[in-house]
């Protein structure tokens, strides 16, 4: 499988920049548009930056507040990217194999400079890792918990047989030899069937377990 990525966009300014160049950008558009426009009840708010261990080309930065518990971020993973059927999830603390409870809040977990672990499902893992950038003073838009910064876009990757147009389908059997992600019209001649074929989704766990990101 050959995979291109396309720029994601900084929703805080609508800018768009290279996985490389966002955590960089993000720490400035922060400090320049945020702080300045929120007034009244500022509260710290963890800017997260989570990637798939495995590969960082799929990230999301978040804002999440001081008073979040792990469950609210796990509840936002799970929705996000990695929920499929109920499996276990938890968070480890950096080079450690111990599970934090997940009703720690943030504040009582995260420090800045600190990459966290985040595992779902122990059969076939997904691993996500979660490092804390910054603290900010500020106040996250409506009610919510977590405000969500930046996604990538979804990475191109062309089909395996034609090499031409973009998978679309993976085989959940023949992924592990690369020869498992597929256009449409080559899923067609394909010949394990159906019942191997799981959608490509912009998500760690895509091709994984019965994840369809729905
Ligand atoms: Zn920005
Ligand atoms: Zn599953
Ligand atoms: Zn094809
Ligand atoms: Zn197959």
């Known amino acids: 499988m ?10 805080i300014c609508g800018s768009d920049f290279a996985r490389s160049g966002m955590t960089r ?15 009244g009840k500022a509260k710290r708010l963890y800017y997260l930056h989570i990637y798939a261990f495995y590969n960082p080309d799929y990230f999301l930065h978040i804002l999440i507040s001081e008073n979040a518990r792990l469950e609210d971020l796990d509840n936002f993973l799970r ?9 276990m999830s938890s968070f480890m603390r950096p080079g ?11 504040n009582e977990i995260f420090e800045p400079g600190l990459t966290f672990s985040y ?9 996500l890792s979660i490092k804390n950038i910054e603290i900010f003073n500020g106040a ?12 990538n876009s979804p990475p191109l990757v062309a089909c395996d047989e034609c090499n031409k147009n973009m998978a679309e389908i993976i085989c959940a059997q023949c992924q ?12 067609k001649n394909h010949e394990c069937g159906d019942e191997m074929f799981l959608p ?15």
Not at 140 to 151: M, P, T, V
Request: proline content about 1%; charged content about 30%; hydrophobic content about 25%.
């Open 25 to 39: 950008h993000i720490k400035s558009c922060l400090g320049k548009h945020f702080k300045a426009k929120t007034k």
């Open 176 to 187: 592990w030899d690369g020869t498992g992600w597929l256009c449409k019209k080559c899923a």
């Open 79 to 87: 929705d996000i990217w990695v929920e499929c059927c109920g499996h």
């Open 119 to 127: 595992m779902y499902d122990f059969g076939d893992t997904t691993e």
């Open 96 to 106: 450690q194999h111990q599970e934090i409870g997940m009703k720690n809040k943030i």
């Open 2 to 11: 050959k995979s291109k990525s396309n720029k994601s966009i900084c929703k």
């Open 140 to 151: 996250i838009k409506s009610k919510k918990k977590i405000q969500l910064i930046s996604r």
């Open 200 to 214: 490509v989704v912009n998500s760690p766990r895509t091709g994984v377990c019965g994840y369809t990101g729905d």
